[in-house]
């Protein structure tokens, strides 16, 4: 199997207060090698070695502190176009008292997310093969994802909001601060959208190792 750099791993979970416990930090490493070894036939992320850890596995990690603290319902998460499983299957690690339902549209994607949940014992972990905004299985008390598209795209969202009930909240993974907000300003016209935007908090993230702007986007049902 590829080699990771399980130290680096580590060392971010102690950043982010994250407690390894005995079997978080070796699923996260087995994890990262699955990636390692069929990202060249799948296509699923663009990075490999520390990049992988740091932007892809700990970036996804840098939310749970911020949802800590918020204290949002997340006994149902659904993670949209979830791709290689992020942030879904870092969060489901951390997470195992909640039910996460990795959405995937594209099915080789579909494969290799069944085959970690295999690999990794994830029984809390559920994986459709669906257009994002018609995720069955829902509402979800927490919706999120990252690297997806941006708010503009009215009909999308619209179908995602349909997934969060009343005190449901989207978790939106974004880079700028800045670019978020423009993001947001920019459906303040929409009868629908502006007003979910106008509630929604732009939060900083801090991802170890990471100099890169990070964000998350809180949007409230």
């Known amino acids: 199997m590829p080699a990771v750099n399980a130290d680096l791993l580590s060392r971010g979970l102690a950043a982010l207060g994250l407690d390894p416990g005995e079997d978080r930090l070796p699923r996260l490493v087995k994890y990262a090698q699955e990636i390692e070894l069929w990202n060249p036939a799948y296509g699923l992320v663009k990075a490999s070695g520390d990049e992988l850890l740091v932007k892809h596995i700990l970036d996804s990690l840098a939310a749970l502190p911020v949802l800590e603290r ?7 998460i659904a993670d949209l176009g979830s791709g290689a499983g992020l942030p879904g299957i870092p969060l489901a690690i951390f997470l195992p008292g909640s039910a996460v339902t990795l959405v995937e549209r594209m099915e080789r994607r579909v494969r290799f997310l069944e085959n970690q949940k295999a690999r990794l014992g994830l029984s809390n972990v559920a994986i459709v093969q669906a257009e994002a905004e018609r995720a069955p299985g829902g509402p979800f008390d927490l919706v999120t994802f990252r690297a997806f598209r941006p708010f503009s795209e009215r009909k999308l969202f619209l179908g995602v909001t349909k997934l969060v009930p009343a005190g449901g909240a989207i978790a939106a993974y974004k880079g700028r601060l800045q ?15 502006g007003p979910l935007a106008a509630r929604a908090e732009v939060l900083p993230l801090t991802v170890p190792f990471l100099e890169e702007e990070r964000c998350l986007v809180i949007l409230r049902a």
């Open 70 to 76: 918020l204290g949002l319902p997340r006994d149902r």
């Open 179 to 193: 670019t978020a907000r423009e993001e947001l300003a920019a459906l303040a016209p929409d009868p629908v959208l």
